[in-house]
């Protein structure tokens, strides 16, 4: 099998949130059910913990994988007292659903609030704005993919089965900023 570093991406995005100012962050997630789902909220968790900053499960909508439409959710998470100052977006479906509905609210990305998420989009380039993102590796995933399977082929793999935990690479773009009372 091979994988992606679902986990330590996540905790790549929290950090550099931190680093930008931020200490309520929100997570927009998929069903727990989902194992890179399940990855990428312990990757948040354990991010907050790293750094010290608030870890509220009110800050935490779990919702569809695919696409992200859920209004009264999203209104939950900016109603709070202290409502957060950026997103994290499990996936890229998710972060333009998201930043979709928060420009409905009259709110821009990254001026009011910001955003960022796991995988990248072939078209991300032509997304305003360009999303900050934990990018995996497309490539590397089909490339060891072929190998293995190569390998299985010719006999030359091993009789248990491997998994390969790929990386993610952190693209710093246009979708996240200081928030505005740290300017």
Do not use: W
């Not at 750094?51 to 900016?78: K, M, N, Q």
């Not at 773009?173 to 300017?183: D, M, V």
């Amino acid at each position: 099998m091979i994988a992606g570093d679902s986990r330590e991406g996540a905790i790549e995005l929290i950090r550099y949130l931190v680093q930008l100012g931020h200490r309520r962050i929100a997570l927009v997630n998929g069903s727990s059910e989902v194992s890179t789902a399940r990855l990428r909220e312990e990757g948040y968790i354990a991010g907050l913990r790293e750094v010290g900053a608030d870890i509220d499960p009110e800050l935490v909508l779990r919702t569809g994988y695919r696409d992200f439409s859920d209004d009264e959710g999203l209104d939950r998470l900016l109603s709070q007292p202290e409502q957060p100052t950026a997103i994290f977006a499990a996936n890229n479906m998710l972060a333009i659903g998201v930043i979709r509905l928060l420009r409905k609210r009259g709110l821009r990305v990254p001026e009011d609030i910001s955003v960022v998420c796991f995988d990248d989009l072939d078209l991300a380039s032509a997304f305003d704005p360009f999303l900050t993102v934990a990018a995996q590796p497309a490539y590397e995933f089909g490339f060891q993919g072929v190998q293995m399977l190569i390998d299985r082929i010719e006999g030359k793999a091993p009789s248990q089965a491997q998994t390969v935990i790929l990386p993610s690479e952190l693209r710093i773009r246009a979708s996240a900023t200081a928030p505005r009372e740290q300017e």
